[in-house]
């Protein structure tokens, strides 16, 4: 099966499948949560901790296809996150619909743990970043979900790169949830301007299309009273926070996007977006983001 060794050894937790559109996945049945990951991007398209509903969003009306991006999940943007300034560069990067490989599973206590890889291939050295690098993915699959990027330069020169986990997150109710551990953050509306605002002080709640990126953020909570549950969404080696729901016109515009999906999603990524991060040669980086679930008080 493309991108699973013969040698890699599973254990029992962990199947590999064929799932839409003859996207090679892992399925994942561990003691605590169950979760699935399409090769394509080492992308997490379910993550159901075991009593909870699912916690991890995906359109309805997502495509699967090879190279094409699904809509939901948590894409992993790299090398670039957004737009990149060559034109014909595909937005977010490259990582989210290349080829990933299998490097180990095992089970760790009550998590499984899924390894994956990406290198520098022909593929990326003719894109619009041509660089050497080696991208280590852990997925941690638990009562919490935590997500390890680990970026290597094994080249001769330095490189440099954007990142973030593009984390769609279900909430019952977008209109009514409140986003914490923003409120000290300056950030930037990228609606608006490039422009830096000052801290709100106030918890964010989305009254309209959102796309703001927050510097320095801690641990953000989504309170979904609708859902009666709190998101808590904690992150490690990110410089920002990145805050997205496209509201009714963007959804409306968006082929791959059911028109009312956006009330019942919405994007918190942890990622290194307003500052890249510059690795000399050997140096590494890691960024993580984690997802736990608990009861609405
Ligand atoms: C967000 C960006 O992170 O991703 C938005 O801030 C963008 O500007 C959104 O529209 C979705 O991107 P894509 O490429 O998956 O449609």
């Known amino acids: 099966m493309k991108g699973v060794e013969a040698r890699t050894a599973l254990p029992s937790s962990v199947r590999t499948g064929t799932g839409p559109g003859g996207l090679t996945r892992l399925v994942v049945d561990g003691p605590d949560a169950s979760a699935e990951v399409v090769l394509q991007g080492a992308h997490v398209t379910s993550w159901v901790p075991v009593g909870e ?14 190279g094409v991006p699904l809509r939901g999940g948590v894409p992993v943007c790299f ?9 014909g560069a595909p937005l977010h990067g490259f990582a989210r619909t290349a080829d990933w490989e299998l490097r180990g599973a095992e089970e760790r206590g009550g998590d499984v743990v899924l390894t ?9 050295r003719a894109s619009a970043w041509p660089h050497r690098f080696d991208a280590r993915l852990t997925i941690t699959v638990g009562r919490r979900l935590v997500l390890a990027l680990e970026v290597t330069n ?16 279900a909430v019952a109710d977008v209109r009514s949830a409140t986003i914490g551990g923003l409120e000290s953050s300056a950030y930037v509306d990228r609606l608006v301007s490039p422009d830096r605002h ?8 989305i009254t309209g299309e959102t796309d703001r990126i927050y510097v320095q953020p801690g641990t953000i909570t989504v309170d979904d009273p609708a859902g009666l549950r709190v998101l808590q969404i904690g992150s490690g ?6 805050v997205w729901n496209p509201w009714v016109a963007k959804s409306a515009a968006m082929g791959d996007f059911g028109d009312d999906e956006w009330i019942g999603m919405l994007c918190v990524e942890a990622g290194n977006v307003s500052a890249p991060v510059r690795l000399a040669p050997g140096e590494s980086h890691t960024l993580t983001t984690a997802v736990e679930v608990s009861a609405l008080v």
């Open 53 to 66: 509903d699912p916690v991890i969003w995906m359109s309805a009306r997502s495509a699967y296809a090879p």
């Open 79 to 87: 090398p670039w996150f957004g737009p990149h300034r060559v034109a």
């Open 116 to 124: 994956l890889g990406l290198s520098d291939s022909e593929a990326s």
């Open 154 to 169: 094994p080249g001769g020169e330095a490189i440099t790169f954007t990142e973030a986990f593009h984390t769609y997150l």
């Open 198 to 205: 000052a801290p709100d002080g106030r918890p964010l709640t």
């Open 237 to 242: 080696g990110a410089a920002d926070a990145v």
